[in-house]
């Protein structure tokens, strides 16, 4: 069983950084393009960026310059550097790929999620 499991999320200050984690776990021989969403309360779940598996990459206008997507394909796992956090940025923090090749082919997985709280 193919699954994404998300690690890093937690409580900071605003002006802090955290680094999130989102490992693709099971028997897998390719992952297409790699994900981070956000979805705040009261709010639609948002792209914040997302990186190919050549390592094109693409940010949310909100996060530019402050988050940078980065993924290790030897293991199969996708990181989210975020600095000069800002309140607006909590939110749970979920992991997305669009296209896992594994003994069957997958789309759209998406992990469970992890908190992200800025306080001010």
């Known amino acids: 069983q193919v699954q994404l499991v998300e690690s890093g999320g937690g409580l900071v200050q605003a002006g802090g950084s955290l680094r999130l984690s989102c490992a693709a776990s099971g028997i897998i021989f390719r992952v297409n393009a790699m994900g981070w969403y956000r979805q705040a309360p009261g709010k639609q779940r948002e792209l914040v960026a997302r990186i190919t598996s050549g390592g094109t990459t693409n940010y949310a206008d909100s996060v530019k310059g402050r988050f940078t997507i980065a993924r290790d394909n030897a293991k199969n796992t996708v990181y989210l550097q975020m600095n000069s956090l800002k309140p607006e940025d909590t939110g749970v923090y979920y992991c997305?790929?669009?296209?896992?090749?594994?003994?069957?082919?997958?789309?759209?997985?998406w992990g469970l999620g992890t908190q992200v709280t800025v306080s001010s």
């Open positions: 997305n790929a669009d296209d896992v090749q594994s003994i069957s082919r997958i789309f759209n997985l």
